[in-house]
């Protein structure tokens, strides 16, 4: 069923339409302003003298002197540190970036440099950051590079481990300095001035630079509009300017973090300063603030001593209202924190979590197209995009060839004189009542002609060949929107052969600003041209009342160009289209002749002009006196023919331009005696939401969407990666749905008979694929607990444990009857992963999917994929949650799910339940991985080693990992693993192995089962097993290649997190997703040179 429907699931993308939120877009980044350097996919190299200069700095040493300061024996330890080392300004440099701005000669191209602090173990801030507001580009003609300023956290073993895995992620992203000093809150001065010392050798010459921390959400478009704003926008004048704090002195109080003695600072009061959450700064200041900087002694607070500076150097912070590092104060009760109307202005607030800030990030770019909810849950990665193709002609590669600035002999309208002001408009009745857009419109409504400034008179092939291009999508895009303009190329809007007919794309464009501004965005829009040959611009000025103007310019040019096209999808760069199922519905029309008439998307009737000057769809009588505008689609979105096309063209000419272009286009139809139709697939207006009768999961409900408006170009990313079509409609905490009338419109195509069934199918299979499923009688709270000593004492956690210790059925709600081929032919299967997983983990499980989790036959024998799961949330939560886990689980089949709590404490019971689960449906499989979906396993080392001992047919015992033979239960309440007297009187554990992973004998698997029965349930899973298997008399053994408590280094010349060195594991716990991803991608490189592997590392000892 599942091959089926990856086979088919064309069909079920037809069936999806619900507007998402999604929390990452997937366009790729520049990473340096040199394209010559690929520093995403070069090999990166230790770092040597000669890269840095500070590399080869000797090992500041302490001051023993400080500790003669009076008072010095009474500081805290912190401050004692800081006081020993405070004269240290030079640290070897770890990982460096010359190249980040282009060179120092370059780096005037750099436009804003986002620097941001952040220390080695946030991983998860950076790369939340690197897709939202830190985002490297070109905007508006300007770049924004990104930098990660950290230090090194831990010692020994953790801090190598850290290193390493920051050097894994520079091999990535490329976007990190870090020196060898120990990332410190005290410590975040000097991490500033190794900064501006790199900065001055490396990127002198940027114009403005954001300064500020990982937990910050930033606005960087709004920093760019405000820095081009200013009446002094050069980088070489003075500016610093961020929250501003004044009359404030240190404080003196030792318990607080912000704690400056007076053996630090003398003076009670700071200069004034801007909080260090986040500021902007010139180049010209920072240079300045550098200089300073030598000859001002280190204080432990950066913000305050970048005061320090600015004022040694005679110059003055300034206040930003649209900075908020203290937070932002939201003044009405019930007003909601997080929305985008409170964050839409401003620059910066401080402080988020990740999660909030990539929402934020959404949010603060939209007015709210829908109520989203409180946590994005799921993260989509790994989206490939197939080569587009060019040009209908072959023998044309306009990727590539140099595009000639226009003349008059490539377009015919490129010579029109420009169009002089009609002065008489003025004397209209009223003119002078208008609003000034309304007024500029009637001055030059006259005008139809204007100089073309980017032509693509080889699109169709010519006007002879045009007809082979079956469907030809114009989108209407201003200049400055090169983002969705990408993202659409991407996806729906991808070039194309369909199905044996030509799919093309356009691009329609006017210009926008005025003088250098002007000059600037069409020097851009030529070299976009250049590179993707799909834009026809012309030189008028690119508003919302000239989108008609617009229009009649297209039809002018496809009546030279491209007149035997047969049909055309007119809409918008913010719609999400389905251009498989657009080509469906052409293909079943009954007439689908291009010759014939045809008009069809969101049909609006009866409207009437809007009177009242202050909606963006004003029209006054002077100009529709009619108060009824005709028939018309909405603008969003609808498909022509290529004769209807011609029609309008031909009516247009005799019909004054309206500012509103959809109803500009009824009124041509009208002219014409034609009359546009409805298709209920096409949503220009978005979802309507009808929850009483529709029917909110089923996937037969969207087979009809052809086109919905309106989404940001994140949304249609996600919208198109083919593997997660299911799942689209139901991401996120709120579901939007839309009712389709059961008066279905003639012009909804037929979908094949054998399709429309296999669409249902998908509907009956969700609904129908548990009524096998064991559904036992809800387990009873046992209240007898209450009486235990200490009961009342015990944390809720653990109260709630020992209401339910005796439960061990609970309902099931995804299951895998087959997945091991039936009971009988479970043999077959060698190894089967059994992973441990909540709901919400989506973004692990996807990661495990397509690295060592992948179920796949290798060197003869079968491996096996299982997650297990629980419930999270209550209420609409937890049925969401769980409508996301079939859907997932109908997509990937490899989730088995009860209706119990997913908490820590309960991973005892999810292990006896699986044990329950593999009794009845793999009684035979050999052996068995049990672990966390956080760990990097080797599941080819895991297949191996098990082959190579004795009895490799699972029936003999077998339990091996990271052993665990002397531990006792954790007494202290506080603690994560705290076990009462209540629950365990004994202070040993017998042996067992870590939980994060270890391998298992089907035999053994057994004998846990049935022991377990009589083994009460223990809340620590891994230390519950080492009973079951003490019970029946057996021992688990270790194996060095499973390192479940992190990694240990063999020897001072093995580098722990080498890809060489990880090849010879076989599991290392934990990691996150990306960690996990980039080390599979390290190990699994065909051009890994490592030496032999070692003969005993596959022996458990």
């Known amino acids: ?168 992620e520079q ?71 961020g929250h501003l704090i004044q009359n404030v002195g240190p404080i003196r109080s030792s318990g607080s973090k912000y704690f400056v003695p007076v053996q630090v600072e003398e003076s009670n009061s700071y200069p004034p300063y801007c909080g260090g959450g986040g500021f902007l700064l010139s180049g010209y200041t920072a240079k300045v603030i550098y200089n300073m900087s030598r000859s ?51 620059l910066l607030v401080h402080r988020f979590l990740p999660t909030q800030i990539a929402s934020m990030m959404r949010k603060a770019r939209t007015r709210g197209v829908i109520l989203a909810g409180a946590l994005v849950l799921l993260v989509f990665h790994f989206c490939k995009h197939s080569t587009e193709h060019k040009s209908v002609n072959p023998n044309i590669n306009l990727r590539l060839r140099k595009l000639s600035p226009l003349n008059k002999s490539d377009s015919h309208v490129y010579s029109w004189p420009k169009c002089q002001q009609n002065h008489t408009a003025a004397n209209i009745t009223g003119f002078a009542n208008l609003p000034e857009n309304m007024k500029d419109f009637l001055y030059y409504q006259h005008c139809r002609h204007f100089p073309m400034l980017l032509d693509l008179p080889d699109k169709c092939g010519g006007a002879e060949k045009s007809g082979d291009v ?155 006196e009619s108060d009824l505008f005709p028939p018309y689609c909405s603008g969003g979105g609808f498909l022509l023919s290529g004769y209807t096309a011609k029609v309008i063209y031909n009516m247009s ?69 083919l593997q997660t079509f299911l799942l689209l409609g139901l991401v996120g905490v709120a579901v939007v749905m839309i009712y389709i009338s059961k008066d279905a419109d003639s012009n909804i195509y037929n979908v094949p008979p054998d399709e429309a069934e296999y669409c249902c199918q998908v509907k009956n299979d969700l609904k129908n694929h548990s009524k096998h499923l064991f559904s036992p009688s809800k387990c009873k709270e046992n209240t007898s607990v209450t009486k235990i000593t200490g009961f009342d004492s015990l944390p809720d956690s653990l109260k709630n444990f020992l209401y339910y210790q005796h ?111 593999l009794e009845e449906n793999c009684p035979n499989a050999r052996f068995l991985l049990n672990g966390d979906d956080d760990v990097f396993a080797h599941t080819s080392n895991m297949v191996r080693y098990l082959q190579s001992l004795p009895d490799n047919n699972g029936s003999k015992h077998l339990f091996t990992g990271h052993l665990l033979a002397t531990e006792r239960p954790v007494r202290w309440a506080p603690s994560k693993y705290y076990i009462p007297t209540q629950i365990q009187e004994s202070n040993f554990y017998p042996p067992y192995c870590g939980g994060g992973g270890f391998l298992m004998s089907g035999y053994t698997a057994k004998v846990i089962h049935r022991t377990a029965q009589d083994v009460p349930l223990h809340p620590i899973d891994d230390a519950y097993m080492g009973m079951c298997l003490a019970k029946a008399g057996l021992v688990p053994s270790s194996h060095i290649g499973v390192k479940t408590v992190g990694l240990s280094i063999l020897s001072k010349v093995k580098d722990d997190l080498e890809p060489c060195y990880l090849r010879e594991l076989l599991l290392v716990h934990r990691f996150l997703p990306s960690q996990i991803y980039l080390m599979w991608k390290q190990v699994h490189d065909p051009y890994l040179k490592c030496g032999k592997r070692q003969k005993n590392i596959w022996r458990f000892l």
């Not at 976007?175 to 050798?201: A, G, V």
């Not at 490899?894 to 005892?908: A, E």
Request: with cysteine.
């Open 171 to 241: 091999r990535e992203f490329s976007d990190i300095l870090q020196w060898d000093f120990s990332d410190t809150f005290y410590n975040l001065t000097l991490k500033q001035i190794l900064f501006l010392e790199w900065m001055e050798r490396n990127c002198p010459n940027v114009h403005f630079l954001f300064n500020g921390d990982d937990d910050v959400f930033a606005h960087t478009d709004n920093m760019v509009l405000y820095l081009h704003s200013l009446d002094d926008r050069d980088e070489t004048k003075h500016l610093f300017t």
């Open 653 to 721: 000419r005799s019909v004054p331009i309206l500012p509103i272009d959809d109803v500009y286009m009824g009124m041509c139809l009208a002219k014409a005696g034609l009359h546009p139709t409805s298709h209920l697939g096409v949503k220009a207006f978005g979802f309507q939401i009808s929850a009483i009768t529709a029917d909110e999961y089923d996937p037969c409900f969207y087979k009809e969407i052809l086109l919905v408006h309106r989404f940001l170009p994140t949304q249609m990313n996600v919208f198109m990666q």
């Open 1 to 168: 069923m599942m091959r089926k429907a990856k086979t088919r699931v064309v069909i079920i993308a037809g069936a999806l339409g619900l507007l998402v939120f999604h929390f990452c877009k997937h366009s790729t980044e520049h990473k340096s302003v040199n394209p010559n350097i690929n520093l995403r996919l070069r090999k990166l190299s230790p770092l040597n003298k000669s890269d840095s200069h500070v590399y080869s700095w000797p090992k500041c040493q302490q001051n023993h002197t400080a500790a003669n300061i009076t008072g010095f024996g009474s500081l805290p330890q912190n401050i004692k540190d800081f006081l020993y080392y405070q004269h240290c300004r030079h640290f070897p440099m770890l990982l460096d970036l010359p190249d980040k701005c282009g060179g120092a000669e370059k780096s005037g191209d750099v436009f804003l440099l986002l620097v941001i602090k952040s220390s080695p173990m946030n991983y998860e801030r950076r790369e939340v950051l690197r897709k939202t507001w830190a985002k490297e580009r070109l905007h508006n003609g300007l770049w924004i590079r990104r930098i990660f300023l950290s230090g090194t956290s831990g010692s020994g073993l953790e801090k190598e481990r850290l290193n390493k895995l920051l050097e894994l």
């Open 296 to 346: 001002i002694p280190i204080l432990p607070i950066d913000d305050v001593y970048m005061g320090m500076c600015l004022a040694k150097a005679g110059l003055h912070p300034a206040s930003h209202l649209g900075v908020k590092t203290a937070g932002f104060k939201i003044s009405a009760v019930t007003a909601d924190e997080y929305d985008p109307c409170f964050y839409k202005e401003i």
């Open 807 to 917: 439960c061990r059925h609970f309902p099931m709600l995804l299951d895998l009857p087959d997945k091991c081929g039936g009971a009988e032919k479970s043999g077959d299967v060698f190894l089967l992963l059994v992973i441990k997983s909540s709901p919400m983990n989506y973004e692990r499980r996807e990661v495990l999917r397509k690295t060592w989790a992948k179920e796949r036959l290798h060197n003869g024998v079968w491996i096996r994929r299982i997650f297990l799961s629980g419930t999270s949330g209550s209420g609409f939560e937890k049925k969401t949650l769980n409508k996301l886990l079939e859907l997932e689980h109908y997509e990937f089949g490899d989730i088995l799910q009860w209706d119990f709590s997913d908490t820590f404490h309960n991973l005892t019971l999810k292990q006896t339940l699986f044990l329950n689960w």
């Open 470 to 624: 079956f469907l030809l999508l114009v989108i209407k895009s201003s200049p400055m929107n090169y983002e969705r303009r990408e993202v659409l190329r991407k996806t729906w809007a991808k070039e194309r052969l369909h199905n044996g007919v030509w799919i093309r794309r356009i691009f329609l464009s006017g210009t926008s600003g005025s003088g250098l501004e002007k000059e600037r965005q069409n020097k851009l829009l030529e070299l976009e041209q250049r590179e993707f040959s799909d834009i026809l611009q012309w030189d008028f000025s690119d508003t919302f009342y000239n989108l008609t103007l617009k229009q009649i310019l297209f039809l002018e040019w496809m009546e030279r160009n491209c007149p035997n096209v047969h049909f055309l999808l007119n809409g918008d760069d913010d719609v999400f289209a389905h251009t498989d199922n657009m080509v469906l519905y052409l293909h079943s029309l009954d007439d689908r002749d291009e010759t014939k008439h045809l008009f069809t998307g969101q049909m609006n009737t009866n409207m009437i002009a809007i009177r009242s000057s202050d909606s963006k769809y004003f029209v006054p009588v002077q100009l529709q």
